[in-house]
């Protein structure tokens, strides 16, 4: 078949739409060749575009079935034809058009294509590289096209409810300077000035309090920002941010304020969101579940045993808790029946997390059994079964050391285990609101601190007397959103006061020098009658994946990176002209 013009021809509806209504009705269908079936005297079409499939059928007719058969998967073809109901057998109750097909009048070929490195009708897995090289055709294949579909009704959702809410969107600028978000910048050589630099922003953070010192009330933006950070799986060089700013705020406004979206959100995939959510402080989070952003969806807290052990000369959790440290474990529900080289896996999976030991306790007759049940004692090993409430049918693992690290390694183990047992229900959507991080962070290396969120985030102010005296105990005002074990937002209440936020710069060992160089404007601006202000961001790839169901953001980016921050499909980053680079002033060897 040649390939003819689309002239006039407009297509009367989509792939998707057509039903029992339409019956006898004269259609024109535009889109792309999804399956092809030859039974010989007679063919079928599925035509397909972003809506949905149609069967079309060509019989009774040797020149159009036999058009039909020269085409292949991917052409681009017009149909026309009549709609017909289907015959009860053949009805296709899998898809939204499967009670009629479109028997065919006259098929147009609008455009051929070449075979497909891989099929796009069938949704089989293809190899990560392969799909984010074609990623145009990736982009066809309809788990792709409803991510894309849902993505778009969730910035709706988004944009409509912030504007119901009295925000206005407000764009930042993308060439502008550093903001400290604790990662590197991108950087964009100036060629009007030699030897300058723009940074591309880590977030709209300074800009966006800027904006209610300028009395805007409330901001916010879908925004993009960028970090170049060490890529982690789940990381992006460019990722998008659902950016806000409130004056006048508290907590508990933001919190009032990012709930009921949740809830919205989650309504586009049929779900609802129970709030108010959960508040846990910062110390708990660690102290219970060894994480700053714990899944709840599968019980197994951990619990304290330093007053089990107290007495016991059992030499790993002595040595612990006469360090200042502590003893930690949790029950493994189920677990009492494990033999023993499920037992010795356990252990070589704490060591792997790091744990210098794990010891198990059970006791599926009433008899404590445990490994370390001669060295702690059965009072010992009888009172941490009892602290933690281990059942006959469950198995106890406990560990000692410094405190946040047994913690975290046992949080670990937690999540390992909850995993490997099917425990987190992918149904369950368990929100919480992680709060009181510690304001600083000690750098070992650098022998200094470090702020754990921004350097405009607010101390709480029953820990703001502390400032100078003790640092590192100082508690921030800031809070994370956590949805099932990733953290979908953060935020902060600010400082709004320029003595104060200096004085954060000097604890922070930035001196008033550099302050003035690198946010002076800002630092000027606070003196203006700055309103008490807070703000979060929703990472908005993350929560759309979430919604979708999906464990990697990049299936739900239309044009992400891998892991390497390579552009597979562009090709990009690439090398530019000597002529670029001389205009940029610019050397690279
Ligand atoms: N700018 C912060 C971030 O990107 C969010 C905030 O504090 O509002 O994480």
């Keep these: 078949m040649k390939i003819q013009p689309l002239e006039r021809l407009a297509r009367t509806h989509t792939c998707g739409e057509l039903g029992l209504d339409d019956d006898g009705k004269e259609v024109v269908l535009l889109g792309w060749v999804h399956r092809l079936r030859d039974l010989g005297s007679l063919a079928f079409l599925d035509l397909r575009d972003r809506h949905g499939v149609t069967q079309v059928i060509a019989r009774d007719n040797p020149a159009l079935v036999e058009a039909v058969q020269s085409l292949r998967p991917e052409y681009v073809v017009a149909v026309l034809g009549t709609v017909e109901r289907r015959a009860p057998e053949s009805v296709n109750p899998k898809i939204r058009t499967g009670e009629i097909e479109v028997a065919l009048r006259e098929v147009r070929l609008l455009n051929d294509a070449k075979t497909p490195p891989f099929p796009i009708a069938d949704e089989g897995p293809v190899a990560e590289d392969t799909r984010l090289k074609y990623r145009y055709l990736d982009l066809r294949r309809s788990r792709m096209q409803r991510n894309m579909i849902l993505r778009h009704r969730a910035t709706m959702e988004i944009r409509k409810y912030f504007d119901e809410q009295g925000f206005l969107e407000i764009e930042t600028p993308m060439l502008t300077k550093s903001t400290p978000e604790g990662a590197r910048d991108y950087l964009v050589p100036s060629r009007v000035h030699p030897a300058e630099f723009y940074a591309l922003p880590q977030s709209p953070q300074i800009f966006k309090q800027i904006l209610m010192i300028s009395g805007l009330d409330r901001y916010f933006q879908i925004v993009k920002c960028f970090r170049d950070e060490d890529l982690r799986a789940d990381r992006q060089p460019e990722f998008t941010q659902v950016d806000l700013e409130i004056s006048f705020a508290t907590e508990s406004l933001v919190f009032a304020t ?332």
């Excluded at 410094?402 to 425990?423: P, S």
């Excluded at 992400?560 to 610019?586: C, F, I």
Aim: charged fraction near 25%; proline fraction near 6%; hydrophobic fraction near 40%.
């Design 258 to 589: 990012i709930e009921p979206l949740m809830d919205r959100l989650l309504r586009l995939i049929g779900r609802a969101a129970k709030y108010p959510f959960r508040r846990l402080p910062y110390a708990e989070a660690i102290a219970k579940y060894g994480s700053d952003k714990p899944d709840l969806r599968c019980g197994m807290e951990l619990v304290g045993l330093a007053e089990a052990f107290q007495g016991s000369p059992f030499p790993p959790f002595r040595a612990a808790l006469d360090a200042g440290g502590d003893v930690r474990g949790f029950v493994i529900p189920g677990a009492a029946k494990y033999s023993r080289s499920q037992l010795d896996e356990l252990g070589e999976l704490a060591k792997q997390f790091g744990a210098s030991g794990l010891v198990w306790a059970r006791r599926p007759e009433g008899t404590p059994q445990s490994p370390a049940l001669k060295t702690a004692g059965e009072d010992a090993i009888r009172a941490a079964l009892d602290a933690a409430a281990c059942g006959p049918e469950d198995l106890l693992v406990m560990a000692g050391g410094r405190h946040y690290q047994t913690c975290t390694m046992l949080g670990q183990l937690r999540l390992h285990l909850a995993k490997k047992m099917n425990l987190l229900d992918p149904d369950r959507f368990e929100f919480l609101w992680v709060v009181d991080f510690p304001m600083f962070e000690w750098l070992e290396e650098e022998n200094r601190y470090e702020f754990m969120h921004h350097p405009f985030t607010a101390p709480l102010e029953s820990d703001a007397s502390r400032l100078e005296a003790d640092q590192g105990s100082v508690r921030a005002r800031a809070y994370d959103l956590v949805l099932n074990g990733s953290e979908i937002a953060g935020g902060s209440i600010r400082i709004h006061d320029q003595a104060l936020q200096r004085l954060i710069f000097r604890l922070l060992k930035i001196s008033d020098e550099e302050a003035k160089l690198r946010f002076g404007f800002f630092l000027d601006a606070l003196e203006y009658g700055t309103p008490p202000h807070g703000g979060i961001a929703i990472g908005l790839d993350r929560a759309v994946a979430i919604l979708c169901g999906e464990s990697s953001i990049r299936d739900v980016i239309a044009f992400p990176k891998t892991a390497q921050a390579v552009d597979l499909m562009a090709g990009a980053p690439s090398t530019v002209s000597a002529k670029q680079l001389r205009e940029l002033h610019l050397k690279t060897n």
